[in-house]
């Protein structure tokens, strides 16, 4: 999972996005009022911000949801140990074909209205 993210904040920031907003969800060892609370982080250090989150015991990458937004591409690190990816920005069709190379199953899921 962190490959992946890594993989994108690389792409991300070749096209010129430099930080995004960072929060932490169901499954994370916060106060639920401290969940879903954006943190802007630099894409260039947003492993290591992870890292961090993890060994201090916030979160555990793949039980918690791990929400990474910018203005057109949002990528969730999911609680059920999965990835989502939406959003307007090319990178997320090419995310999806990366998905598909590698041997992953990606499938659009539709929002709930």
Aim: contains cysteine; negative net charge; proline residues 4%.
């Amino acid at each position: 999972m962190l490959a992946e993210l890594t993989e994108i904040c690389a792409k991300l920031v070749a096209t010129g996005v430099e930080r995004a907003a960072v929060s932490f969800g169901w499954d994370s060892n916060l106060d639920i009022d401290d969940m879903w609370v954006d943190v802007e982080v630099s894409l260039t250090a947003l492993p290591e911000y992870l890292a961090n989150a993890e060994s201090v015991g916030t979160i555990e990458v793949g039980k918690a949801d791990i929400f990474i937004k910018t203005a057109d591409i949002e990528f969730t690190l999911c609680h059920e140990s999965d990835l989502h990816v939406t959003g307007t920005s090319p990178l997320v069709a090419e995310t999806r074909s990366r998905w598909s190379n590698l041997g992953y199953e990606p499938y659009p899921v539709e929002p709930r209205v």
